[in-house]
């Protein structure tokens, strides 16, 4: 089992940035895959980014609502995952969780994942 906090939300303007931090410990060694998702009041949980990796190189996975603006990127010596949002809009507003412990599937479903953090409410006014 991997435990995952996360931090960084807020509120922020339209346009502005906010970083996300998403910290792992636990049986962190097993793990290979790391994304964000979000979910706005009403909707489904649904995929924004995500990151995997093998030795040193590592690959990126966003949604298209979000390519662009948003860069998720880890810091491997502290087992830590970031997400760095850029030029917020108003439809980015949703609780964003942190996901790790891959089992299989697409890194785009939630169910791929097993361990959740708590989530970050991410407020962006217009």
């Known amino acids: 089992q991997v435990q995952l906090v996360e931090s960084g939300g807020g509120l922020v303007q339209a346009g502005g940035s906010l970083r996300l931090s998403c910290a792992a410990s636990?049986?962190?060694?097993?793990?290979?895959?790391m994304g964000w998702f979000r979910q706005a009041p009403g909707k489904e949980r649904e995929f924004v980014a995500a990151?995997?990796?093998?030795?040193?190189?590592?690959?990126?996975y966003y949604a298209d609502s979000v390519k662009g603006r948003f860069t998720i990127s880890r810091e491997k010596g502290k087992n830590t995952v970031y997400l760095q949002m850029n030029s917020l809009k108003s439809e980015d507003t949703a609780v964003y969780y942190c996901a790790a412990d891959f089992r299989s599937g697409s890194y785009y479903s939630p169910t791929a994942f097993g361990s959740w953090g708590q989530g970050t409410q991410v407020t962006v006014s217009s």
């Open positions: 636990g049986r962190t060694s097993s793990s290979y895959a």
């Open positions: 990151i995997s990796w093998s030795g040193g190189i590592s690959w990126t």
